[in-house]
């Protein structure tokens, strides 16, 4: 019995868990805010009204400033909408260029704050 325990655990492995970095990001100007949520297992970033939903994204370090850079894909992660940057102090910047429907381009950018909270 102790034999396929063993068998078993050897085979299966133990569970892993992703480091998760969750950010809240508010531009009080502008009355909006969001979520981002970065996975360090290779999950694409969500970005969202909630931690872990939303568009799918891609983030980025800077690893002589840390800061963190986040673009938002909208169209089933095929099309770059937004670039929210973050400083290590909280800082953030959000760029938003999204197209509607009939091709015509709405840009903005945004000041605010991104407060992180890690998740283990």
């Excluded at 909630?50 to 909208?74: C, H, K, P």
């Excluded at 169209?75 to 999204?98: C, E, N, Y």
């Excluded at 429907?101 to 909270?117: F, I, K, P």
């Amino acid at each position: 019995m102790r034999l396929l325990y063993a068998s078993l655990v050897a085979f299966v492995g133990s569970p892993t868990f992703a480091a998760i970095q969750v950010f809240k990001c508010s531009f009080p100007k502008e009355k909006f805010e969001f979520f981002i949520t970065i996975y360090d297992d290779g999950a694409p970033v969500r970005i969202g009204v909630d931690t872990g939903v939303g568009n799918q994204g891609v983030s980025f370090v800077d690893e002589l400033t840390g800061a963190i850079s986040v673009i938002d894909f909208i169209d089933k992660g095929r099309f770059p909408s937004a670039l929210t940057t973050i400083l290590p102090q909280g800082d953030a910047v959000h760029s938003r260029h999204s197209l509607s429907v009939d091709a015509l381009m709405l840009e903005s950018q945004m000041r605010g704050t991104c407060v992180m909270r890690r998740i283990e």
